[in-house]
């Protein structure tokens, strides 16, 4: 939010005025059992507030804060501090502007301790639902937090009102209630007529079978009678779990074509909304709305489509729409009123992804596109180069044409350079192109939730239109052309170069859940729903999408065929997978390798919180020995070889600690082999594995060398090698994060997903710096590329751990040639290469060469040797 800064430095300029000798009253209260010295007399604000009430037995409130967050927002949350004490504990009071729009009329809430993630009270999110409260004559939202307690209280006294969170038919034949106190009995209408009476038994949450069948035809209310204080309240029940009955299927699941269907003559525009009553396509000369500039115009031309079969709305323009932009204005039950939005099946958009553009993809092939064919990797081959857009070019030290910078052009830039202290060295996609790798993975390049405007750096791990280029990174973001036409010639100059394109895809949750142009067209279908009724958060982004409902499935589909056939990708990386039902996965995958043979798929292998969808269902590491034609992050070895991700920056590895694990030997020779390995469980397909140590979630690896307490630049370098080494001397895809070559650093930041150009660019300068260590990662990339038996079903790779696990040596074969390689870690100190006739093909630290017999191995040393 733009304002949010300004709000808090004058929430702070507030605190210090009772330092000042105001009114003595001010200061005449103190609580010296407590460990903070907060202002006891709260500031009256001239808007709606909200005062959070915290209680803890112990008087310790110095490292306490709160998490708040709009979650149907796409401000970024941030911790905020409590401001003021009464005799109940802290307080924390803010507008409610303070966090934006607040559309869906909640406010999510964590208690935790300053600069980490434990929580106080429960591990879930809460939220107030600022209905469920009154507000006093100042007006004000009061609620009370206590230690300890997952509850939000609406007094001090600590009660709770009588509060119906949610009512929904869980299926055809029996509901779901979700309450804040007990309930007594219940009743449920039908369209206003009684057809079935419950008994609450004291529950909160119940879910209880129905001797009657629900029809989503109908209207249904529930009335509740609370225990003790006997009130009683209505609520109408949500029809979200008939969405999936075989009734409501045989209905309207829909298997064609969606979207705006182009040809010269006509254009068909389909949409899918069962419960749409009327939908009108307005058809725009121009994608840029007023409301994002002031010089063009809201005019349009407005068609009533027809309602069909299958819930599908349809309108046939006739003549050559191309070029025109287009929306849908939806009337439903939700939106009686009409709510604009963008098709979500839209191919490209105008500024800020508003309004869909109707495309002839013919238009947009460069010169020579036909030419461009799927590369045939198999994935065990394949060295994977991750990197975001931007990052490629964004620092001076690139020193390519300024227009390009930061943009998809400036990614296949070629003669750029730079030189510092008599060196030269190739920068942008000369030293892609150098460094070998054949896969180039970018982080998300669909439209975000971004101001298309301005250029602000971020990950983009906020979804807003899956099947539209994001704008910032073309030429210009007013036109929906550009950015096919510029990202088609990326694919075909990586291509050529023998480098595929790997899509990273964030299906799992949208940046904005509510007034989605999902949830306009479909309340309730295509996310999941806590008990309550709220949006489930098991992506920790505030929503998750529901892929096991059909037309969620068949849109997560039909956008990966898209991408592959139009744009020619060579493969996805698909976000929290875990968040995916694995029966969509193995659809996904089947249905794009009839388009892409070689396509290669993967994922992250988890969720990011907790989530309605079963977990037998999720496509997580445990259930991966399932998963048909997909592969998955192996962060066992990640966490083996440096104890990544989000692991305590001070945990170590077998690369930078002082002791060995046999755990994590194990996990190391199993990953070797490609395996992922678990003391619970075990993954034995190379291809279903991904070896890594970073990638851009969490710290590089030089800032985790760091952050781990290892001070000597040397002894990084040596252990960054290491760590990589042993990546690319593995069967199963190979992964690095850009700038790993060359030690890249991004200051120490772990989560840099907005964070400046300064934190995330790639600083060639690094490269000559470091260029020993470029040079060891290059071998390593074409060795890995080279050997046979790193891209084998079933390597059979004997992994020796000798001196207990400090030194790793194994035998590959590849044709005629036989390699023999070592890895040591710092504790390694007696071991001699005692085979004949090899010769040495790869020091990392430069230390040897001809002649193997006899060698011994130096602490952090990859040795691999040629015969």
């Given at each position: 939010?733009?304002?949010k800064?300004?709000?808090?430095i004058?929430?702070?300029?507030l605190?210090?005025v009772?330092?000042?000798?105001?009114k003595?009253k001010?200061?005449?209260?103190?609580?010296?059992?407590?460990?903070?010295?907060?202002p006891?007399?709260?500031e009256?604000?001239?808007?709606e507030?909200?005062?959070?009430?915290?209680?803890?037995s112990?008087n310790?409130?110095?490292?306490?804060t709160?998490?708040?967050?709009?979650p149907e927002?796409?401000d970024?949350?941030?911790?905020?501090?409590?401001?003021?004490?009464?005799d109940?504990?802290?307080?924390?009071?803010?507008?409610l502007s303070?966090f934006?729009k607040?559309s869906g009329?909640?406010l999510g809430l964590i208690?935790?301790?300053?600069?980490?993630w434990?929580k106080d009270?429960?591990e879930s999110?809460?939220f107030?639902?600022?209905?469920?409260?009154?507000k006093?004559?100042?007006?004000?939202y009061?609620v009370?937090l206590?230690?300890?307690?997952?509850?939000?209280?609406d007094?001090?006294?600590?009660?709770i009102?009588?509060?119906?969170y949610?009512?929904?038919?869980?299926d055809?034949?029996?509901?779901n209630?979700?309450?804040?106190n007990?309930?007594e009995?219940?009743?449920l209408?039908?369209?206003?007529?009684?057809?079935f009476?419950?008994?609450?038994a004291g529950?909160k949450?119940?879910t209880?079978?129905?001797d009657?069948t629900a029809d989503?035809?109908?209207?249904?209310?529930?009335?509740?009678e609370?225990r003790g204080?006997?009130?009683?309240l209505?609520?109408?029940?949500?029809?979200?779990?008939?969405?999936?009955?075989d009734?409501f299927?045989e209905?309207?699941?829909?298997d064609?074509?969606?979207?705006?269907?182009?040809?010269?003559?006509?254009?068909?525009?389909?949409?899918?909304?069962?419960v749409?009553?009327r939908?009108?396509?307005r058809?725009?000369?121009?994608?840029?709305?007023v409301?994002?500039?002031?010089?063009d115009?809201?005019t349009?031309?407005?068609?009533e489509m027809?309602?069909?079969?299958?819930?599908?709305?349809?309108?046939?323009?006739?003549?050559?729409?191309e070029?025109?932009y287009y929306?849908?204005?939806?009337?439903?039950?939700?939106?009686?009123?009409g709510?604009e939005?963008i098709d979500?099946y839209?191919k490209?958009?105008?500024?800020n992804?508003i309004r869909?553009?109707?495309v002839?993809?013919s238009?947009?092939?460069p010169?020579?596109?036909?030419?461009?064919?799927?590369l045939?990797?198999d994935?065990?081959?394949?060295?994977?180069?991750e990197?975001?857009v931007?990052?490629?070019?964004s620092s001076d030290?690139?020193?390519?044409?300024?227009?390009?910078?930061?943009r998809?052009?400036?990614?296949?830039?070629?003669?750029t350079?730079?030189?510092?202290n008599?060196?030269?060295?190739a920068?942008?996609?000369?030293?892609?192109r150098?460094?070998?790798?054949?896969?180039v993975?970018?982080?998300?390049?669909?439209?975000?939730?971004n101001?298309?405007?301005?250029?602000r750096?971020?990950?983009g791990?906020?979804?807003?239109n899956?099947n539209v280029?994001?704008g910032?990174y073309?030429?210009d973001?007013?036109d929906?052309?550009?950015?096919?036409k510029?990202?088609?010639?990326v694919?075909?100059?990586?291509?050529?170069?023998?480098i595929?394109?790997?899509?990273?895809?964030?299906?799992?949750?949208v940046s904005s859940?509510l007034?989605s142009?999902?949830?306009?067209?479909?309340?309730?279908?295509?996310?999941?729903?806590n008990?309550?009724?709220s949006?489930?958060n098991?992506s920790?982004?505030g929503?998750?999408?529901?892929?096991e409902?059909?037309?969620?499935?068949?849109?997560i589909?039909?956008?990966?065929?898209?991408?592959?056939?139009?744009?020619?990708?060579g493969g996805f990386r698909?976000?929290?997978m875990?968040?995916h039902?694995?029966e969509?996965m193995?659809q996904?995958?089947?249905?794009?390798?009839?388009?892409?043979?070689y396509i290669?798929?993967?994922?992250?292998?988890w969720?990011?919180?907790?989530t309605?969808?079963?977990s037998?269902?999720?496509?997580v590491?445990?259930n991966a020995?399932?998963?048909?034609?997909?592969g998955?992050?192996n962060?066992?070895m990640r966490?083996?070889?440096i104890?990544?991700?989000?692991?305590a920056?001070?945990e170590?590895g077998w690369?930078n600690s002082?002791?060995?694990?046999?755990?994590?030997?194990?996990?190391?020779?199993?990953?070797?082999?490609?395996h992922t390995y678990?003391?619970?469980?075990s993954?034995?397909?190379p291809?279903?594995?991904?070896?890594?140590v970073?990638?851009?979630?969490?710290?590089?690896?030089?800032?985790?060398m760091?952050?781990a307490?290892?001070?000597?630049e040397?002894?990084?370098?040596?252990?960054?090698?290491?760590a990589?080494a042993?990546?690319l001397?593995?069967?199963?895809?190979s992964?690095?994060?850009?700038?790993e070559e060359?030690?890249r650093?991004?200051?120490g930041?772990?989560n840099?997903?907005?964070?400046?150009?300064e934190?995330?660019?790639l600083?060639?300068?690094?490269?000559?710096?470091?260029?020993?260590v470029?040079?060891?990662?290059?071998?390593?990339?074409?060795?890995?590329?080279g050997i046979?038996?790193?891209?084998?079903?079933d390597?059979?790779?004997?992994?020796?751990?000798l001196?207990?696990?400090?030194?790793?040596?194994?035998?590959?074969?590849?044709?005629?040639?036989?390699?023999?390689?070592?890895h040591?870690?710092g504790?390694c100190?007696n071991?001699?290469?005692e085979?004949?006739?090899?010769?040495?093909?790869?020091d990392?630290l430069?230390l040897y060469?001809?002649n193997a017999?006899?060698?011994?191995?130096?602490?952090y040393?990859?040795l691999i040797?040629?015969r």
């Open positions: 939010m733009k304002n800064t300004l709000i808090k004058m929430m702070t300029a605190l210090l009772p330092l000042f000798g105001c003595g001010e200061t005449a209260v103190s609580y010296p059992d407590r460990d903070v010295d907060y006891t007399q709260v009256k604000l001239d808007e507030s909200v005062q959070i009430h915290y209680q803890r112990d310790k409130y110095s490292d306490w709160l998490w708040l967050w709009d927002g796409t970024d949350s941030k911790e905020d501090d409590f401001n003021y004490q009464d109940y504990g802290v307080i924390a009071s803010y507008p303070y934006g607040l009329g909640r208690v935790k301790k300053k600069g980490s434990t009270g429960t999110d809460r107030i639902v600022f209905s469920s409260y009154q006093d004559e100042n007006n004000v009061h009370y206590a230690g300890g307690d997952e509850h939000i209280y007094s001090s006294e600590k009660t009102s009588d509060v119906i949610s009512a929904s038919f869980k055809e034949h029996s509901i209630i979700s309450c804040s007990p309930i009995t219940y009743e209408y039908c369209n206003g007529e009684p057809v009476q419950g008994n609450g529950r949450n119940l209880d079978t129905l009657m989503f035809s109908q209207s249904y209310t529930v009335e509740v609370f204080s006997g009130t009683r209505d609520s109408p029940v949500s029809m979200t779990g008939l969405y999936n009955s009734s299927n209905l309207y699941l829909y064609g074509e969606l979207g705006a269907l182009y040809s010269k003559d006509e254009t068909t525009f389909k949409v899918w909304s069962p749409s009553e939908i009108e396509l058809i725009y000369e121009s994608g840029t709305p409301s994002v500039s002031d010089k115009n809201d349009c031309v407005s068609y027809k309602k069909g079969d299958k819930g599908v709305f349809t309108c046939t323009c006739s003549g050559d729409m070029g025109k929306t849908y204005v939806v009337y439903n039950g939700t939106y009686p009123e709510c939005i979500p839209a490209s958009a105008g500024i992804g869909g553009m109707v002839d993809f238009k947009t092939d010169e020579g596109w036909e030419k461009v064919g799927y045939k990797y994935r065990k081959q394949l060295t994977v180069w990197t975001h931007a990052d490629v070019t030290t690139w020193n390519g044409p300024e227009d390009h910078r930061r998809f052009l400036g990614l296949i830039d070629e003669g350079m730079y030189t510092e008599g060196m030269t060295v920068t942008g996609f000369d030293h892609i150098e460094l070998g790798v054949n896969a993975q970018l982080i998300p390049i669909y439209d975000q939730d101001d298309e405007t301005q250029y750096f971020n990950w791990y906020n979804p807003l899956y280029l994001e910032l073309s030429s973001p007013y929906g052309y550009s950015r096919i510029e990202f088609k010639q694919v075909q100059r990586f291509n050529e170069a023998g595929t394109i790997i899509m990273d895809v964030v299906y799992n949750h859940a007034h142009s999902f949830d306009v067209l479909m309340p309730g279908y295509y996310y999941r729903y008990y309550d009724g949006f489930s098991g920790g982004c929503n998750e999408t529901a892929s409902m059909p037309m969620m499935r068949k849109f589909i039909d956008s990966v065929c898209f991408w592959t056939e139009e744009y020619k990708l698909f976000d929290l875990g968040l039902d694995i969509t193995d996904v995958s089947e249905t794009v390798s009839r388009i892409n043979p290669v798929i993967y994922g992250e292998p969720t990011g919180g907790k309605p969808l079963s037998d269902d999720q496509a590491q445990a020995n399932r998963f048909n034609g997909y998955q992050f962060d066992q966490d083996a070889l104890k990544g991700g989000l692991n920056p001070s170590k690369v002082s002791q060995i694990a046999s755990s994590d030997v194990s996990a190391i020779q199993e990953g070797i082999n490609g678990n003391l619970a469980y993954i034995d397909d291809n279903k594995s991904v070896s890594y970073t990638c851009h979630d969490n710290f590089t690896l030089y800032d985790r760091k952050a307490g290892i001070e000597d040397e002894t990084i370098r040596k252990m960054c090698v290491l990589e042993v990546v001397t593995s069967d199963g895809t992964f690095l994060l850009a700038g060359m030690l650093s991004k200051q930041d772990s840099s997903y907005q964070s400046s150009d934190i995330n660019q600083d060639y300068s690094l490269k000559i710096r470091n260029h020993d470029f040079e060891n990662i290059r071998q390593l990339v074409a060795l890995k590329q046979e038996q790193l891209h084998s079903d390597p059979e790779i004997n992994v020796e751990a001196e207990n696990g400090a030194v790793l040596k194994y035998e590959l074969k590849s044709g005629k040639d036989t390699y023999m390689v070592y040591a870690n504790l100190r071991t001699v290469v085979e004949d006739g090899y010769t040495v093909f790869l990392t430069d060469e001809g017999k006899g060698l011994q191995l130096q602490p040393q990859t040797l040629i």
